[in-house]
Every structure is written in structure tokens, then in C-alpha cells.
């Protein structure tokens, strides 16, 4: 939506400049696509995902508190332990005796630290390739973490802890669909660590940013930790604040990103759960859905699914999971996402998206066998978003 026609960016700004947002009116513009025009897009999806309050007023103060909060995560949680305790003054003798890595106690800090280590790499090697098309990811940011970099304060990078962790056993990990990944920290792959520049000290790419993001949010969230494909929810979030226009913005693009990607993740975790798959919340529950929304759309094409035993979880799971991210390009992902997160039913329009896809391509799908059509539902033929989402809502506006 770059370029919008200069009406339709002056409707987002009347109702911007309003001193408190009216919210149906903010959603249904939000909905048919918003320009990527003076950060319009930025700033309506911090509203959507409820980071910022309707009343403008507050907005200075609460971005304020925020971006502090998250320093603040990234003291506590990104530090050395006993780095920690020698800035306040203690001896590093003592803190060792204290502390130290070999320190079998629970909960010890190190212990804590080489936990964290476990989870961490498996976030490496997912961000690492986010979108492996774009450059983007593997660029230089122009607002390099100074409070992680400043050599003056002994943090670490999260790179250089992935560097220096290499574990003896194989890391083994178990992703949802019971494939196994078995990977070992010491090969490296080569679309792995060779293969990307290193960026000079002082420098980080934005793929790292990513990373510390994912490694706070599994660092406050312990119960679901990071999952795979949590990677995938955040690359565009982070992206559409990168790169926005206004460079007071952009500058906050991190703990912007963090805040809305929780934010998000509060209302979709259920997904990423594989304890609630079966129960009302989970994917299993939803991924029926798409099926049932479909035998009343077009019973025709479900029963020619069914009878090819094609299951929702082959395809649906990874559409409803990823929000789509998976299946079209970036900037088309990032116009789909417009118009789910002005949905105010908060997702229902995403089934009807999914079933929009279906039904666009039913005439091959009821000529195809079952591995034709799987091919074409894993790797899904339409690359025009417009149609897919001008088809989704007549498929709404026939309820």
C-alpha cells in the first residue's frame, strides 16, 4: 500500500487526529489495507494490537514507560550472571565462590544461564532464516543496541553467547508436526554462521534484534518458552516498525516490536500449545473450523477433501499457526495482516481467508489426486492477496 491516493491517506489522518480514535471507524479503514504512507501503518497497527490507548493524550507517556520497561528486561536478562553482582560492588572472588558455573543447585544462576543457552539456540537458528530472500534481515540497523554494546557494560550479545555455546550432545528438537530436527551446534550448516558477513563491533543486524526479542519473550513467559515458528509472527511485525518513515518511531522499532508481538501472542498462544490442541482454544478446534466453514461455502469441494482423506492439519495447521506468513511474500503478508488484526472478532476473518483460498482453486483441487492437491495446498498457487481477501469478504458478507 505504498503510494495510497491521497483521500484515502486523509481519511486515516482525520480520524488519527482525532483527540481520542474512534475504533469502528479506525478498523473498517484499517481493513481494506493501510498506506505504508507517513507510518501510517505502524501507528494504526500499535493502536490494533491495543499497545497504544484510543486517547492521544496518554500515548507520550505510556511509549515512555515502555521502552524503559523493556531496558530494563534487557539488564536483567541479557547480563552475565556474576556480572551483575560485580557492578554492585562485590569482589569477583566472592561472586564466584558464590556462584559459579559448575554449581550444581538449581537455582544457581548459571544453571538458569546454560537453560537459557538450550533455548536461545534454537531461536539462532530460526531467525537466522527469516526470510532468506529478502536482504533486510542480514542488513546493519541503523539503532544498534548501545545499552548491549557499549563495551563499557559488560553485556554480552546474544551472538557471541551463541558462539561460544557448543554443546556436547546434539541438540535434539522435537518441532510440532513429530519430525525430529537434529542438529549440532558445532556443524555448521551452510546457509549457518559462515555464510552470513560479520558485522563490524558496534554493529548488529536486524536479525539479532529478532533474536533478543524471542529470547526476552521466552525468558518472561516460561510456560510456552519459545516455540518454532514464533520466528515467523515476529519477522513481520519487526520489519513494518524498521522501516517506518518516522525516524522517532523507527528508532523504537525493538521494544515497540516486543510489546505488540506479546500482545499478539496473547491472543493466538493457545496455537503454539500443543497441550490445548484438542481442547475449544486450540489449533485442532480451529482447524475443524476452516472444514466446517467450508461444507456450508461449498460442500462439493469438502467432500471431494474428505473422501481424499485430505486433513486440515496438513495444510490449515501451518496457515491458522503462522497467520499465513508462510505462504506469500512479505509485503502480501503484511497487507493480509491489515485486515486480521482490524478484525474485531479478533481471527474469525482469518478462517474465512483460509477458506477463500480453497474455494479459489477448487476447480483444480476437484480435477487434482491427492498428491496434486497437496502439492498445491502446501505450496499454494495464488500469489494475488487482493483477490484472496476481496473473495473472503464476499464469503463474510454471505453469512
Known amino acids: 500500500a505504498r503510494g495510497a491516493a491521497p483521500l484515502r491517506i486523509a481519511d486515516f489522518q482525520e480520524v488519527l487526529g482525532e483527540p481520542t480514535v474512534a475504533l469502528p471507524k479506525l478498523r473498517e479503514l484499517c481493513f481494506s489495507g493501510i498506506p505504508f504512507d507517513g507510518g501510517l501503518r505502524c501507528l494504526c497497527w500499535k493502536i490494533l494490537l491495543n499497545y497504544l490507548p484510543l486517547e492521544k493524550a496518554l500515548w507520550s507517556s505510556l511509549l515512555k514507560k515502555q521502552r524503559d520497561l523493556y531496558s530494563q528486561f534487557l539488564k536483567e536478562m541479557i547480563i552475565q550472571p556474576g556480572i551483575a553482582k560485580a557492578n554492585l560492588g562485590v569482589s569477583r572472588e566472592d561472586v564466584t565462590l558464590e556462584d559459579h558455573p559448575l554449581n550444581p543447585n538449581p537455582d544457581s544462576r548459571w544453571n538458569t544461564y546454560f537453560k537459557d543457552n538450550e533455548v536461545l539456540l534454537q531461536i539462532d ?50 518441532n510440532r508436526s513429530g519430525v525430529t530436527n537434529v542438529s549440532s551446534p558445532l556443524k555448521t550448516t551452510p546457509s549457518s554462521l559462515s555464510e552470513y558477513e560479520v ?48 525516524s522517532e518511531w523507527k528508532e523504537h522499532a525493538e521494544p515497540d516490536t516486543f510489546f505488540c508481538f506479546t500482545n499478539l501472542m496473547a491472543e493466538i498462544r493457545d496455537n503454539f500449545i500443543k497441550s490445548l490442541d484438542d481442547s475449544q482454544c486450540g489449533i485442532t478446534y480451529k482447524m475443524e473450523k476452516v472444514y466446517s466453514t467450508l461444507k456450508e461455502k461449498d460442500v462439493e469441494l469438502y467432500l471431494k477433501l474428505q473422501e481424499q482423506n485430505i486433513k486440515p492439519q496438513f495444510f490449515a495447521f501451518r496457515w491458522l499457526t503462522l497467520l499465513l506468513s508462510q505462504e506469500f511474500l512479505l509485503p502480501d503478508v503484511i497487507r493480509i495482516w491489515d485486515s486480521l488484526f482490524a478484525d474485531d472478532k479478533r481471527f474469525d476473518f482469518l478462517l474465512l481467508v483460509c477458506c477463500a483460498m480453497l474455494t479459489l482453486i477448487r476447480d483444480q483441487l476437484l480435477e487434482g489426486d491427492f498428491t496434486l492437491n497437496m502439492r498445491l495446498l502446501q505450496d499454494y498457487p495464488i500469489s494475488d492477496v487482493h483477490l484472496i481477501l476481496k473473495k473472503a469478504k464476499e464469503l463474510q458478507d454471505a453469512k
Not at 531467525?127 to 548501545?146: E, G, I, K, N, S
Not at 539479532?208 to 529470547?215: G, P, T
Request: hydrophobic share 35%; aromatic share 12%.
Open 125 to 174: 537458528k530460526d531467525v537466522r532464516r527469516l526470510y532468506p530472500d529478502m536482504a533486510f534481515f542480514q542488513r546493519p540497523t541503523d539503532y544498534p543496541c548501545l545499552l548491549i554494546l557499549d563495551p563499557q557494560n559488560e553485556f554480552e550479545t546474544l551472538r557471541r553467547r551463541v558462539e561460544q555455546t557448543t554443546l556436547k550432545s546434539q541438540t535434539v528438537a522435537r
Open 199 to 246: 558485522l563490524p563491533n558496534g554493529c548488529e543486524a536486524h536479525w539479532e534484534v529478532v533474536e533478543r526479542i524471542l529470547f526476552i519473550y521466552a525468558k518472561l513467559n516460561p510456560g510456552i518458552a519459545y516455540v518454532q515458528g514464533m520466528n515467523e509472527i515476529v519477522g513481520p511485525l519487526y520489519y513494518t516498525f524498521a522501516t517506518d518513515p518516522n
